[in-house]
T-cell receptor
Framework: SQQGEEDPQALSIQEGENATMNCSYK?????LQWYRQNSGRGLVHLIL?????REKHSGRLRVTLDTSKKSSSLLITASRAADTASYFC????????FGQGTRLTINP | KAGVTQTPRYLIKTRGQQVTLSCSPI?????VSWYQQTPGQGLQFLFE???????NKGNFPGRFSGRQFSNSRSEMNVSTLELGDSALYLC????????????FGPGTRLTVL
């Protein structure tokens, strides 16, 4: 069964806008990771945030983690057409457990 | 460094057959994990190997098995294939145990007819 649940399942925005995806989980974690997948290919690691961290940045990505609410969010600023992909959160506690993902479409 | 490679990339089998998939991790990586991805169930963890030992296992039947060799290359085997085994099988490697960032291969697309 999936640990993480992502919201929304699909998101379509205009190029240049910001995209926010949310992830909720159920049990304790060591860390939470975000991955991107382009159209049925392998996943690419984006960012890892540890359970004792609240916010992390990497380029145009900003991730927050609220362990009291068991939730995380991924913000992509100034979106580009190349950001079109599926985004997955994955919680880590002895193994990685992935959410169902958010399908992000950036319209030119 | 070369990335994670998986062979074959595409495979078509019939029900009842068995299949072996191969994964070569990034040089120096000792942890290899396998995942199954389907539209209905999403990404599900199969197992992880670290230094030739199975470290963790997901909730899959015994038809799914794996192993890791001394050079960290890994294989997974599925016996008595069922239609529901059709999926993208992804392999990921990591320098240490799976708590850290994982580097994924392109996957093997298995179709069971």
């Amino acid at each position: 069964s999936q640990q993480g649940e992502e919201d929304p399942q699909a998101l379509s925005i205009q190029e240049g806008e910001n995209a926010t995806m949310n992830c909720s989980y159920k049990t304790s974690i060591n860390n939470l990771q975000w991955y991107r997948q382009n159209s049925g290919r392998g996943l690419v690691h984006l960012i890892l945030i540890r359970s004792n961290e609240r916010e992390k940045h990497s380029g145009r990505l900003r991730v927050t983690l609220d362990t009291s609410k068991k939730s995380s969010s991924l913000l992509i600023t100034a979106s580009r057409a190349a950001d079109t992909a599926s985004y997955f959160c994955a919680t880590e506690y002895q193994k990685l457990v992935f959410g169902q993902g958010t399908r992000l479409t950036i319209n030119p | 460094k070369a990335g994670v490679t998986q062979t074959p990339r595409y495979l078509i089998k019939t029900r009842g057959q068995q299949v072996t998939l191969s994964c070569s991790p990034i040089s120096g990586h000792r942890s290899v994990s396998w995942y199954q991805q389907t539209p209905g169930q999403g990404l599900q963890f199969l197992f992880e190997y670290f230094s030739e030992t199975q470290r963790n296992k997901g909730n899959f039947p015994g038809r799914f098995s794996g192993r890791q060799f001394s050079n960290s290359r890994s294989e997974m085997n599925v016996s008595t294939l069922e239609l529901g085994d059709s999926a993208l099988y992804l392999c990921a490697s990591s320098p240490r145990a799976s708590g850290n960032e994982q580097f994924f291969g392109p996957g093997t697309r298995l179709t069971v007819l």
